[in-house]
């Protein structure tokens, strides 16, 4: 039994066992009710008992409005504030795949102000959690997924700098998730839910939470399983399709590139390629395949959590605190069939097709240099293929996460301290389970070379750089007594040899480890009494050690001869640790009685890139109680990622741009750029990341149940650490980087590689880019209102309004202005209307999203038959939810939400493979979620 059944197993009876241990603390004397007002740390501050509206924006999303929700993870909830919009920096299972342009399967990470979740700080109780083992390309995160959402109280985010407070990283702000730790009691809820269309997207959540508070202590535990099915492109119709659909299909397009001119494909006259997939493009014939019809939009999804937490007040001014959380994941991604481009085959495989066999011949001899007669005249010559393994890359993912905080906290004299121990930990292992093709026995495999014993001859010499081989006249299999076996490109390659999937197939294993140690502490209280008041202060010490252990299988690792082990597949490495320690201080003043200053300053230092101190100043003034006035002004300094620092080669893929680079394209600005197998290599000089954030804004109370807030932020973020490609190439061009011949070019060593005056290949090294700015306005309104006979209402509506959001990526370039363009929407906003009468609440609710600027590739608007030159804009979108649930006398309660209810379907968006923009819109339609809840 694996460590996750074990998992699963324990929260199964730990559930079972409820109704033994509610029945058990039944039977105790009730106590009296507690009615001491604790004082509570805010986001945005170390010091207690501040008012929550302070000087500081901060977003609340209390546990009734994340029941209303519908949500079952953390990160359905932050996707629905306006906050995290912009770009793809908030992302979810939605986006994850094998592909280095997937996010990690099963992860999920979070973004305020679309400035990448590297740069937002994820805090679960006002304490630090271990990032994730799998970085999202070589961007470390903290993956919100192993927070089960049945543990959470509520949600504080705090949508601007914080470095002064939280750490030197928070430089677009702070996601504190605060758990559950007063339940008393024991509930179970059961939840269902699926979309109405005729697929199967169901989605099963059990959840158990338990608590019981003795004489001096407080025990709470919360157990979660949650198992969701997959979906897929094809499953929608607008997804159903790819609008290109790519030219290289099942029936690989063949060409020997010295007789013949034009590509030739199995075509639908002799059994080959369906004939509404059949075309003839610039090189001839090709057999077009549907990437949409495999690739998953939502991942597979299933896990356990179990979150525990002990309270013991050890004497009236002294409290131990604990809190442990276990999370298992088992997580599919799936995304399209690799391609296999210029790979050799043997002409004299016994398996070519006689048909194709006679049209390769027929090719061949209008050649002036060496016409073919006969197709023996192929015999001792490779002939390539162009095409596309039959089935999905698809990869599971299994991860166990652990975080365990132990600590006491207590009062000496009207000064509240705390001190704690912090110590987490994530595991992650990742399996191909189809679609990953070892290349070196792939090629070997459909040259004639491999043994159905996995034995390799030598009749071809194999050249794995740039895939082509030459005949060696060596033994065959069959000379030695063995079978050879043949790989068959024939036929939609559905019919292989046992040894194909023995020897050729992979699962190219990963693992990676993370882990956090830390021990903080901090001290707060009064100290100086002015005439408006005494001064709050708060100071604290923070040190940690955090390391990354990124380990891909040795079979994925990229090496000179060998620069596409798995094909079509990326692989990363990481290994890097680094211990971390800060002082920080904290001040309130009241200047007056209406008016405060907080002043933060905090000093982090780095082992591997020294310290940097963090200044905040933050004023609140109230004109009257109706009218409060607030701003903000801070710093912000981001060392490296550990996946960054610690980078190894990451394999990936670009396509150049010849009309931005046409250097790299022999010159010709309008040519169809490489395809590159290219590596993302690790930088020893990276510098710190640094921003400077501030913001001001009103909060209006102009009547009773009535509240506006409207808040202006600005961040400057520089010195971002990522890579450029198109900067990169033309650097290189110009002699910043090596340039050389195909094949020279080393691994991990930055530079190009060209064939001719073409870039065939490109190791792009990360670096320090150049800046990015965004602004904008947030906007909320809250109006709440009772009446005697139809019970209350409470009328929501916040929006964002993306004002600027520029990134100079280079000198080379200039600025580039994202806001209103591709992914990057000006608008986005949610409004709701909360009805409660007696027992019954019922929310409506709207989500809107606006218009922006699509960036459709040249052939995708060539397949559409639209001018280069045209605009296309996405359309905006509005959908609809309505949740209506019901308590019971006896303490049950059953709610019922449809999400979309309308069953609006998502705009299209060209600029996608999948032409739906997974991180603004969803194309899961309408969903329907049933709770049933009973509390003993």
């Known amino acids: 039994m694996n460590k996750r059944t074990q998992l699963y197993r324990a929260i199964h009876i730990a559930i079972g066992c409820s109704m033994v241990s509610t029945a058990a603390f039944a039977q105790e004397t009730p106590t009296a009710i507690d009615t001491t007002v604790e004082e509570v740390v805010v986001t945005g501050t170390h010091i207690k008992g501040l008012d929550k509206e302070g000087a500081v924006q901060v977003v609340q999303i209390g546990r009734d409005d994340i029941e209303a929700s519908g949500a079952t993870s953390p990160i359905e909830i932050l996707q629905q504030l306006t906050q995290t919009g912009g770009g793809g920096g908030t992302f ?13 399967v099963g992860a999920a990470g979070v973004s305020l102000r679309g400035l990448g979740s590297s740069a937002t700080l994820v805090l679960v109780n006002g304490r630090r959690v271990s990032v994730s083992s799998f970085a999202r390309g070589q961007e470390s995160f903290v993956d919100v ?23 030197a990283d928070a430089v677009a702000g702070v996601v504190n998730f605060v758990l559950r730790d007063d339940f008393e009691g024991s509930e179970v809820s059961v939840t269902h839910g699926n979309s109405t269309a005729s697929s199967d997207e169901s989605k099963y959540n059990l959840n158990w939470v338990w608590g019981h508070k003795g004489e001096r202590s407080h025990t709470m535990v919360v157990a979660d399983l949650f198992t969701r099915n997959a979906m897929y492109d094809r499953d929608r119709a607008i997804s159903a399709n790819s609008v290109r659909p790519s030219q290289q299909g099942v029936y690989p397009s063949f060409n020997d590139l010295y007789a013949m001119w034009y590509d030739q494909t199995q075509g639908p006259d002799s059994d080959g390629c369906p004939s509404d997939q059949f075309g003839m493009g610039d090189f001839g014939e090709f057999c077009e395949f549907n990437t949409n019809a495999v690739s998953a939009t939502q991942d597979e999804y299933q896990s ?69 007669s006969e197709f023996s005249d192929f015999y001792g010559y490779p002939i390539f293929a162009w095409g596309k393994f039959p089935d999905p890359r698809a990869v599971e993912v299994e991860s ?6 132990t600590g006491l906290r207590g009062d000496v004299s009207g000064w509240d301290w705390e001190v704690a121990a912090n110590i987490g930990r994530s595991e992650s292992e990742q399996r191909g389970i189809s679609g990953l093709y070892n290349s070196e026995a792939f090629y070997n495999a459909s040259l004639g070379n ?69 021990l903080d502490g901090n001290l707060s209280g009064s100290w100086i009494e002015l005439p408006a008041g005494a001064i709050q202060v708060a100071v604290g010490a923070e040190f940690r050690r955090e390391s990354v252990v990124d380990r891909p299988s040795g079979e994925a690792l990229s090496t000179t001869l060998n620069p596409e082990p798995v094909l079509g597949f990326s692989s990363t490495a990481a290994d890097a640790a680094r211990n971390q320690w800060a002082v920080y201080t904290e001040q309130m003043i009241p200047l007056a009685t209406n008016t405060e200053l907080q002043l933060a300053l905090r000093y ?57 680079t046409p250097g790299a394209c022999g010159g010709d600005a309008s040519a169809d750029g490489e395809a590159l197998l290219s590596e993302e290599v ?22 009773a149940g009535t509240e506006l807030s409207i808040d202006y932020w600005n961040i400057e973020h520089k010195n971002l650490i990522g890579v450029e490609e198109d900067d990169f190439i033309l650097r290189a061009l110009a002699g910043e980087f090596p340039v050389v011949e195909e094949g020279e070019l080393l691994p991990g060593q930055p530079g190009l590689e060209l064939a001719g005056t073409t870039v065939v290949d490109a190791h792009f090294q990360l670096t320090n880019l150049g800046w990015q700015k965004t602004s904008g306005v947030d906007m909320a309104l809250t109006q709440s209102f009772d009446t005697d006979t139809l019970g209350s209402f409470r009328l929501l509506l916040d929006a964002t309004y993306l004002s600027e959001f520029d990134k100079l990526p280079s000198d080379v370039f200039g600025v580039v202005s994202e806001a209103g363009n591709y992914t990057y929407p000006r608008w986005r906003a949610n409004t709701s209307l909360r009805w409660q009468y007696e027992d019954w609440t019922a929310t409506l609710s709207a989500q809107y999203v606006h218009s922006y600027r699509d960036d459709p590739s040249p052939r995708v608007l060539e397949a559409l038959g639209v001018p280069d030159s045209a605009v296309v804009e996405v359309d905006a979108w509005t959908v609809f939810d309505l949740n209506v649930s019901r308590d019971f006398d006896n303490g049950s309660w059953l709610s019922l939400r449809m999400d979309n209810l309308l069953d609006e379907e998502p ?14 819109h969803n194309s899961l339609g309408r969903f329907l979620t049933v709770t049933y809840g009973y509390a003993f």
């Not at 979810?92 to 990690?104: E, H, Y």
């Not at 166990?400 to 905080?405: D, K, M, P, Y």
């Not at 065959?476 to 559905?494: H, I, L, R």
């Not at 640094?690 to 109370?701: E, M, Q, R, S, Y």
Request: negative net charge; contains cysteine.
């Open 304 to 372: 356990a959590s179990i979150v525990g937490t002990f309270n013991y007040d050890i004497s009236d001014k002294l409290e131990w605190f604990n809190t442990l959380m276990i999370q298992a994941s088992d997580s599919r991604g799936t995304s399209s069939p690799a391609n296999f481009s210029r790979a050799p085959f043997d002409p004299e495989s016994p398996l070519w097709p006689d048909a194709l066999k006679n049209d390769l011949v027929e090719e061949g001899s209008f050649s002036p240099d060496a016409p073919t």
């Open 907 to 920: 705009p299209l968006v060209l600029g996608t493979s999948a032409n739906v923009d997974q991180f603004n």
């Open 682 to 703: 690790s930088n020893d000089q990276l510098l710190p990341e640094t921003a400077t954030t501030w913001g001001a804004g009103f909060l209006i109370k102009p009547a």
């Open 92 to 104: 979810s299972t939605a986006t994850g795949g094998p592909l280095s342009s997937n996010t990690p």
């Open 604 to 660: 982090d230092h780095y082992d591997s890139f020294g310290g940097d101190t963090n200044p905040k100043v933050a004023l609140r003034h109230a004109f009257s109680d109706a009218i409060i006035f607030r701003s903000n002004w801070s710093t912000s300094f981001r060392a490296p990622s550990l996946a960054q620092i610690g980078a190894g080669t990451l394999l990936s893929s670009y396509t150049v741009d010849c009309s931005v």
């Open 450 to 518: 491999l043994c159905t014993d996995g034995s390799v001859v030598n009749r071809w010499d194999v050249d794995l750089v740039r895939p082509g081989a030459s005949y060696g006249a060596g033994e065959t299999c069959e000379d030695m007594g063995k079978v050879t076996a043949w790989y068959n490109p024939f036929n939609g390659q559905s019919d292989q040899v046992q040894a194909i999937d023995q020897f050729v197939r992979t699962d190219a294993t990963r693992r990676g480890e993370s882990s956090l140690y830390a």
């Open 145 to 167: 997924n192993a927070i089960p959402l049945s543990a959470i109280e509520r949600v504080e985010v705090l949508p601007s700098g914080a470095a002064a407070t939280y750490g």
């Open 400 to 405: 166990e996460s652990a975080r365990l905080v």
